[in-house]
């Protein structure tokens, strides 16, 4: 439940995502936090419009039937974007303290991936992950950077029963501070056999992957290790970095998104 | 004043930016903070090494020599890294709130810039800079990364001052959110002949540049407008996607730092 800082003159600033299906002439109830946000945060008045999109059927203009103390309704009106295929990239990263998982989901989210895996590795510090506020996360960014579609969070896995069970075709970009000499773009623009794709980018803990995690990681077939430089980068830097560098040659940044 | 979460067996943790010259013999006072840091956080016992970097004389291992109550003496022993070029990339950025300014310093300072340049829009929401906020993030970013030099900070400047004593051998690269159309990265690597040169990187405040703010920009010879894809992206995002899209391409991200 994000309202843009600003937005163009006449476009509606509320943007929310909704989990019914949307078409001219549905009537949509925002969850009890939309309502709330509506009502008391944005006071919104009878009659505003707002944008909202499902994952789904794309976004629509919706306007605010009834905004009462117990229930709202939000009555569908016109589409003003169709659903469109997006990358299917997904994060597998570990864990961080609180404010940077945060910030991973947020960032991760803006930077279009598909899907958000947490993956417990020797060195992660983080034993419970809380999967509910990465959703929370990866929502609001959604609704505020203008994605049709909101990451899906996986379960937190172990990395060794992660990679049991891995999708043969999914490949992977492993972020391996021990390669500092393979560089990211080269590489990726040498697989643009591969757009369209699944890709996952792997980022370790903060001290890196164990010795024999990276051994594992190397041994898959569709795995593409990468550097980023000298500098030690911190994990969640490190992700945004190959997020944007995977988008920019492989991804949609070479095209607007509709 | 930052020990990284965890090292190579047997090199010392403590990295220290100083300002004081470095060569084997010498001595050097530490600041109050890093006096406080190394005694009373750290409980740094004597004998025990730390590294210390000037951002001009490469990185030396040091020996806690004396660290009492009033004073400390660290001396110098050997080198453990010589001086390098680095890239000049100039992070020229709309100044955000608190934690987002702490954030863009530290993720600008581990991507390698140079300098830090915060610039005043027209939808620029911060009238005031706390330059010395943004140097003591700076400064830990590079303690923590490895870095040999710690990025300048520039005064804070209005974008037309700014653009009237602009060098005209700096390159800029302009994130222009109007223009998602121009990749970054096929763009970058249309100007090979740069690498090595003097570059900036332009991101806009939340919101934006202004339309006649990004018409001055545009007239400049030396500018190059990208965009980033079609999602929004906030400004510390897209920040933080061109360094490392520069980084991958014209930057030290294609080799070791040393």
């Known amino acids: 439940m994000t309202a843009p800082e600003t937005e163009a003159p006449g476009s509606p600033a509320i943007r929310l995502y909704v989990e019914a299906p949307l078409a001219a002439g549905a009537t949509v109830a925002p ?33 605010v039937e009834s905004l009462g103390r117990k229930g709202a309704a939000l009555a569908v009106t016109a589409q003003t974007r169709r659903q469109q295929p997006e990358p299917d990239l997904w994060l597998c990263f570990a864990p961080v303290k609180k404010a940077r998982i945060d910030f991973v989901a947020q960032k ?9 895996q947490p993956v417990l590795t020797r060195h992660t510090q983080v034993a ?84 024999d ?20 980068l911190r994990a969640d830097t490190a992700a945004i970095a190959a997020l944007a560098c995977w988008q920019a040659v492989l991804g949609d940044w070479t095209a607007p998104l509709d």
Chains 1, 2 share one sequence.
Not at 39 to 55: I, Y
Not at 169 to 192: A, K, N, Y
Request: charged share 25%.
């Open 128 to 211: 419970r992950v809380n999967e509910a506020r990465l959703r929370a996360n990866a929502v609001e960014a959604a609704e505020q950077c203008a994605r049709l579609t909101v990451p899906a969070v996986l379960p937190a896995a172990k990395l060794d029963a992660l990679m049991t069970g891995w999708p043969a075709e999914r490949r992977i970009l492993l972020l391996d501070e021990t390669q500092t000499g393979i560089p990211i773009v080269d590489t990726l623009r040498r697989r643009g056999d591969t757009r369209g794709r699944p890709w996952a980018v792997f980022v370790g803990p903060e001290g890196g992957y164990a010795p």
């Open 31 to 63: 969850s009890a936090e939309q309502h709330h946000y509506l009502r008391n945060v944005m006071r919104t008045p009878a009659g505003a419009a707002v944008k909202l999109f499902n994952g789904r059927d794309g976004e629509w203009l919706a306007t």
């Open 213 to 232: 995690e990276l051994d594992l990681l190397r041994r898959f077939p569709n795995v593409t290790p990468v550097g980023l430089g000298g500098r030690l």
């Open 108 to 116: 991760a989210s803006e930077l279009g991936v598909s899907a958000l």
